[in-house]
């Protein structure tokens, strides 16, 4: 499967506290972007990353990309309860007809 | 708000029955992506449609098929349907980057489908 792999599968926190998730991939991309999902709805796109890119901000998000580890993380600081959600790493492959593949995702539980 | 239309947002229909699943994507983009998801299958791509044409298939099932009209919407048929069909379909909008990989991309709501 070229599908990205997060890691961990769940996590836990305390409001305030930051929460790393991981992500890991197989062959060379194009690009990598995170993803968040709230219960029963639409994906909302987060941040994209590209291969020549090793870290990017927004707000309270930090993405790093290390091309030689095939791995990427997502860092949110001072969580949130409202950041409790499900978040996904997905891969851009380099190629014709490249397609975004989804990994299975994280899920967030942030604690009041 | 996406820019995603998706619907319907419900449907429940028998076993054996056949569905179609409308999406019509955010202004501007040509390319319509259709991903199945399932609690224990996580997010499946089925299949991908540029600008009227089938750029990339996943893991779709020979009874699912799929096509992007000249407006661009996309229409998703699941035909008998099974229990295990049961899941949220979402359909996603982009545009493309330079050298041609996917940008990011805008979801819909998803239309969640029970089969009995």
């Known amino acids: 499967s070229q599908q990205g792999e997060e890691d961990p599968q769940a996590l836990s926190i305390q409001e305030g506290e930051n929460a790393t998730m991981n992500c890991s991939y197989k062959?060379?991309?194009?690009?990598l972007q995170w993803y968040r999902q709230n219960s029963g709805r639409g994906l909302v796109h987060l941040i994209l990353?590209?291969?020549?890119?090793r870290e990017k901000h927004s707000g309270r998000l930090r993405v790093t990309l290390d091309t030689s580890k095939k791995s990427s993380s997502l860092l949110i600081t001072a969580s949130r309860a409202a950041d409790t959600a499900s978040y996904f790493c997905?891969?851009?492959?380099?190629?014709?007809?490249?397609?975004?593949?989804f990994g299975k995702g994280i899920t967030l539980s942030v604690r009041p | 708000d996406s820019g995603v239309t998706q619907t319907p947002k419900h449907l429940i229909t028998a076993t054996g029955q056949r569905v179609t699943l409308r999406c019509s994507p955010r202004?501007?983009?040509?390319?319509v992506y259709w991903y199945q998801q399932s609690l224990d299958q996580g997010l499946q791509f089925l299949i991908q449609?540029?600008?009227?044409?089938?750029?990339a298939k996943g893991n779709i099932l020979e009874r699912f098929s799929a096509q992007q009209f000249p407006d661009l919407h996309s229409e998703l048929n699941l035909s008998s349907l099974e229990l295990g069909d049961s899941a949220l379909y979402f359909c996603?909008?982009?545009?493309?980057?330079?050298?041609?990989?996917?940008?990011?991309?805008?979801f819909g709501e998803g239309s969640r489908l029970t089969v009995l």
């Open positions: 449609y540029y600008n009227g044409e089938e750029r």
């Open positions: 062959t060379s991309i194009n690009n």
């Open positions: 202004s501007g983009d040509l390319s």
């Open positions: 996603a909008s982009t545009q493309y980057l330079a050298g041609g990989a996917p940008g990011e991309l805008f």
């Open positions: 997905a891969t851009a492959y380099t190629g014709a007809n490249s397609k975004l593949t």
């Open positions: 990353i590209r291969s020549n890119e």
